[in-house]
Antibody, heavy 121, light 107 residues
Framework: EVQLVETGGGLIQPGGSLRLSCSASGFTVSRNHINWVRQAPGKGLEWVSV???????YYAESVKGRFTISRDSSKNTLYLQMNSLRAEDTAVYYC???????????????WGQGTLVTVSP | EIVLTQSPATLSLSPGERVTLSCRASQSVSSNLAWYQQKSGQAPRLLIYDASNRATGIPARFSGSGSGTDFTLTISSLEPEDFAVYYCQQRSNWPLTFGGGTKVEIK
């Protein structure tokens, strides 16, 4: 059974850093495209980043240069390193597995339960 | 960036009714459109991908149609568990974008 469990959220001051983890089971992270998607309180969904099975990475303009997506194959875990955090980064962060294992993907078939990041003084 | 506009913002309906939700793209996304359902306090769930393909385990009462810029999600007969927010999402162009959502609430 595919499962994704996010951890690492919390309250952080503006300008601070936080690393989110997404522990996967039931599939191999390094053989799949995995995304981060966030949702500000009471708002809609916003795609943040993807790491493809081949290792290439892409980011939304709003986080480019501040966030870094990575993975650890030995732990079957995905990460999102978030630096220079801003109030507008406050959101629930979900990791989401892509339906495709090759090509450009972009369909999210399994989601974690999310972890809340609050950026506030 | 491709903007997805969902309408209406809210629908008030009764169980058993037929539901039609709309998603309009600011430019063509071909058939590269998905629909998700999100219940309060839960993660989104994939319903439809590539405009008309039901995801694994999704009941047949859910169907999707459209191509280019205009898409529709139809629920043939609302069940109590279908009251939720529905989002469309395109994967045609970077960045991947979502619509603002349509809330289907109990009348």
């Amino acid at each position: 059974e595919v499962q994704l469990v996010e951890t690492g959220g919390g309250l952080i001051q503006p300008g601070g850093s936080l690393r989110l983890s997404c522990s996967a089971s039931g599939f191999t992270v390094s053989r799949n495209h995995i995304n981060w998607v966030r949702q500000a309180p009471g708002k809609g969904l916003e795609w943040v980043s993807v790491i493809y099975s081949v290792g290439s990475t892409y980011y939304a303009e709003s986080v480019k240069g501040r966030f870094t997506i990575s993975r650890d194959s030995s732990k079957n875990t995905l990460y999102l390193q978030m630096n220079s955090l801003r109030a507008e980064d406050t959101a629930v962060y979900y990791c989401a597995k892509d339906l495709a294992v090759a090509g450009s993907g972009g369909v999210f078939d399994y989601w974690g339960q999310g972890t809340l990041v609050t950026v506030s003084p | 960036e491709i903007v997805l506009t969902q309408s209406p913002a809210t629908l008030s309906l009764s169980p058993g009714e037929r539901v039609t939700l709309s998603c309009r793209a600011s430019q063509s996304v071909s058939s590269n459109l998905a629909w998700y359902q999100q219940k309060s306090g839960q993660a989104p769930r994939l319903l439809i991908y590539d405009a008309s393909n039901r995801a694994t385990g999704i009941p047949a009462r859910f169907s999707g149609s459209g191509s280019g810029t205009d898409f529709t999600l139809t629920i043939s007969s609302l069940e109590p568990e279908d009251f939720a927010v529905y989002y469309c999402q395109q994967r045609s162009n970077w960045p991947l974008t979502f619509g603002g959502g349509t809330k289907v609430e109990i009348k």
